[in-house]
């Protein structure tokens, strides 16, 4: 019976209570990996900003104080374009389901999903790494010898090499030309054969000013000459 009123209470803290701050969540929730209802605020440098919704309270919830918690995608390093596809996907106040990893300070790490349609959801650090828009990345807060660590750096490594075979995103190829000018652009000695001719160039400007000077210089040089026979 005791066991029972601790599951109860435990389920009525995870369904009623708003949390403010990632401090205030029981550290057995990130321990079990409690699964959180929320609105996306903001998109920042490595992820959200989510305003947590109690699921049994969404109305009330919304009239409380506002601290939105501050959520990085776990095992996702992200992209200037992945930051843009979130802010196009998940704003304004789109609604998020966040699976608790990890927490460090005052950040806690999740795999963020969202409803697609009535019954399915989707992941969307693994969304992010289909496409070509993240890099994997360690998963902070677990010891890489854990089981789970392995089974989410498995699952989102397998999302990320769709992306690298179907050549999406940061994976896409360059065409041939842009291959040829890229290498050019990073091999040594066509660097040093560039600034050779540059310098070779710039030498031949200023004998050409010189020879220019020098022309001018014989110019005069006989207009005088001339000038002094017809005086004479």
Same mark, same amino acid.
């Given at each position: 019976?005791? +066991?029972?009123?601790?599951?109860?209470?435990?389920?009525?803290?995870?369904?009623?209570?708003?949390?403010?701050?990632? &401090? !205030?969540?029981?550290?057995?929730? $990130?321990?079990?990996?409690?699964?959180?209802?929320?609105?996306?605020?903001? +998109?920042?440098?490595?992820?959200?900003?989510?305003?947590?919704?109690? +699921?049994?309270?969404?109305?009330?919830? &919304?009239? *409380?104080?506002?601290?939105?918690?501050?959520?990085?995608?776990?095992?996702?390093?992200? /992209?200037?374009?992945?930051?843009?596809?979130? !802010?196009?996907?998940?704003?304004?106040?789109?609604?998020?389901? #966040?699976? *608790?990893? &990890?927490?460090? %300070? %005052?950040?806690?790490?999740?795999? $963020?999903? !969202?409803?697609?349609?009535?019954?399915?959801?989707?992941?969307?650090?693994?969304?992010? *790494?289909?496409?070509?828009?993240?890099?994997?990345?360690?998963? /902070?807060? =677990?010891?890489?010898? &854990?089981?789970?660590?392995?089974?989410?750096?498995?699952?989102?490594?397998?999302?990320?090499?769709?992306?690298?075979?179907?050549?999406?995103? =940061?994976?896409?190829? %360059?065409?041939?030309?842009?291959?040829? @000018?890229?290498?050019?652009?990073?091999?040594?000695?066509?660097?040093?054969?560039?600034?050779?001719?540059?310098?070779? @160039?710039? *030498?031949?400007?200023?004998?050409?000013?010189?020879?220019?000077?020098?022309? +001018?210089?014989? #110019?005069?040089?006989? !207009?005088?000459? =001339?000038?002094?026979?017809?005086?004479?």
């Amino acid at each position: 019976i005791a +066991v029972a009123g601790v599951i109860i209470i435990a389920r009525s803290i995870k369904l009623v209570t708003k949390f403010h701050s990632v &401090s !205030q969540i029981p550290l057995h929730f $990130v321990e079990r990996n409690v699964t959180l209802y929320g609105k996306v605020r903001s +998109v920042t440098e490595t992820g959200l900003t989510v305003e947590h919704v109690p +699921v049994y309270l969404p109305v009330i919830s &919304s009239l *409380l104080h506002k601290n939105p918690l501050q959520v990085h995608l776990a095992g996702v390093e992200l /992209t200037p374009e992945g930051r843009q596809w979130l !802010q196009e996907n998940l704003l304004p106040a789109k609604m998020v389901w #966040i699976k *608790l990893i &990890s927490r460090e %300070d %005052d950040i806690i790490y999740c795999l $963020v999903s !969202q409803n697609k349609g009535v019954v399915w959801t989707y992941c969307i650090n693994e969304e992010l *790494l289909r496409q070509g828009l993240a890099r994997t990345a360690p998963i /902070t807060g =677990l010891l890489p010898d &854990s089981w789970l660590y392995w089974q989410l750096h498995r699952r989102l490594h397998r999302a990320e090499v769709k992306a690298e075979r179907k050549n999406r995103g =940061l994976w896409k190829e %360059d065409g041939f030309w842009e291959r040829v @000018k890229k290498a050019l652009r990073e091999n040594k000695i066509f660097i040093g054969l560039t600034w050779g001719w540059m310098i070779v @160039k710039k *030498l031949l400007q200023y004998f050409i000013v010189i020879l220019n000077s020098h022309n +001018v210089y014989l #110019i005069l040089l006989k !207009q005088t000459h =001339l000038l002094s026979i017809l005086i004479s």
